[in-house]
């Protein structure tokens, strides 16, 4: 980029003026000095595409801004150097982000889910285009782990990413252990904090999370897992008993975005997680996020900031227009090459970790015996055990080693074949511990 052309503001259509939009307006307008400062010119939103321009606002609409009334009108502007879609959704926002590349317009998004189930053919156009497809806030919200993985990891073979990546979740949990909270409350003040999606079942299903870990796999190995094969359950079903046993444990239970490479395969998923209270990212609250990549070289970090609001999540999407604003050239997968092999995945059956089980056993003779019969005749080593005195049915909750996710589902159809439950039994895993 010329330097006469650096010096004239970057210009931007910005498409959605909700929480996210609205905090980066602020940003750019209380922090225009330091810009400035930064990249040798001004931003300036142009034009601004909402649903409802008559819908009250958080935040007023930038000072020389206007309204746009159709996306097309918007990404036809010849004035307009950047499209950035605030927007969330999959469809109206796909066909903005493909036409905004096609019109030749770099585009930033905070939209993690349009990136992980269409993004493929949004990079390949962004390269074919030689555009920048910025997406800083698509994961983990302010903190920043996609340049992380693109830069300053990138001399890294990485082995393993474990990660607290949806805020919703992790502040109903947290509410949930800290403070005892009901589940649905904390999911309403989640909401009224601005941090969950327009459809929070995306949240406390785990799909949110899944949609970040398919986005952090490409940006780690740089190889495409299927968002449609990865092993996904939210946090909808976890009780505040479990809660409670788990920290008898030495636990807290998180909802955790993992990911490993094992001899050549991908191990990974998103689960409601037992982490040893020791560890960082047990101790990660409120809707703060975190992440630990481990490396070959790097060793381990640890990531940690907040995962969703406002303005946490408008400084990143204001990162990546800061970047093309100073003329950086677009690395947009992080890899030479935009059209990314499909992963070698290891069927999550064969997945191996140590599990905490919370069985409902009728209280009577020969019941915990054939609860230990049906775990030994998986293989399945029990490490500790806790069981509970109440009439006629007996939470029995223990802890194993290290076992595949087949013996799992097939001790537990043995003892439900017993008739000795009560109630659907629970299990959940426990994080393994970090690489030597
Ligand atoms: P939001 O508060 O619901 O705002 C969405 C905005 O987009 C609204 O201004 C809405 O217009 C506009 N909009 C939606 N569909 C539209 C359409 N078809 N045409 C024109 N305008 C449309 O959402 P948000 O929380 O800011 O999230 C935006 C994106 O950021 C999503 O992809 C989300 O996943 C992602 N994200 C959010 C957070 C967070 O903390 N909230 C964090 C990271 C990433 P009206 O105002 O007129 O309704
Ligand atoms: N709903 C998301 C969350 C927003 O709670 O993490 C940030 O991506």
Redesign the pocket.
């Known amino acids: 980029m010329a330097i006469s052309e650096k010096n004239h503001p970057l210009m931007l259509g910005l498409a959605g003026f909700g929480t996210v939009g609205s905090g980066l307006a602020k940003i750019l307008d209380e922090n225009q000095a330091d810009i400035m400062r930064r990249c040798g010119r001004n931003v300036r939103i142009k034009s601004i595409l909402v649903r409802d321009p008559a819908k009250k606002r958080p935040y007023p609409f930038p000072q020389g801004s206007r309204l746009c009334a159709d996306a097309s009108a918007l990404v036809s502007d010849p004035e307009i150097d950047v499209i950035v879609e605030l927007m969330g959704g999959i469809e109206a926002a796909e066909k903005l982000v493909r036409m905004a590349l096609e019109a030749g317009k770099h585009v930033v998004t905070a939209n993690?889910a349009l990136l992980a189930e269409k993004g493929a053919p949004l990079f390949k156009l962004a390269a074919e285009k030689g555009l920048h497809l910025g997406y800083e806030a698509s994961v983990c919200?302010g903190i920043p782990i996609v340049q992380t993985l693109q830069e300053g990891l990138a001399a890294n073979s990485i082995t393993s990413i474990s990660g607290i990546l949806?805020?919703?979740s992790n502040y109903i949990l947290s509410a949930m252990t800290g403070s005892g909270l009901p589940f649905e409350v904390a999911l309403k003040q989640a909401q009224e904090l601005g941090?969950?999606?327009a459809d929070p079942t995306l949240?406390i299903e785990g799909f949110?999370a899944a949609h970040k870990l398919t986005l952090l796999i490409r940006l780690a190995w740089g190889v495409d897992y299927p968002f449609t094969q990865l092993p996904i359950t939210g946090i909808t079903r976890v009780a505040a008993e479990d809660i409670q046993f788990a920290r008898e444990f030495g636990y807290n239970i998180k909802l955790l975005g993992q990911a490993r490479m094992e001899d050549g395969r991908l191990e990974a998923g998103v689960f409601p997680t037992l982490v040893p209270n020791n560890y960082l990212l047990a101790k990660v609250g409120h809707?703060y996020?975190a992440v630990r990549i481990e490396g070959n070289a790097v060793g381990s970090i640890f990531l940690h900031g907040l995962?969703?609001g406002d303005l946490p999540?408008g400084s990143a999407v204001a990162a990546d227009i800061l970047n093309i604003a100073r003329g950086a050239l677009a690395n947009n997968t992080g890899y030479a090459i935009a059209n990314l092999p499909k992963a070698q995945i290891m069927p999550p059956r064969e997945a191996k970790a140590s599990y905490y089980f919370r069985l409902m056993v009728l209280d009577r003779p020969g019941a915990l015996r054939d609860v230990a019969a049906a775990m030994a005749d998986h293989n399945i080593s029990i490490a500790q055990a806790i069981q509970k005195g109440q009439e006629n049915v007996v939470p029995l909750m223990f802890m194993t080693h290290d076992t595949t996710a087949r013996d799992v589902e097939a001790a537990l159809q043995q003892v439900k074949g017993t008739g000795i439950l009560s109630a659907e039994p629970v299990h959940y895993r426990v994080m393994p511990p970090p690489a030597k």
């Open positions: 993690k919200g949806n805020g919703t941090f969950a999606e949240d949110d809707s996020n995962g969703a999540t």
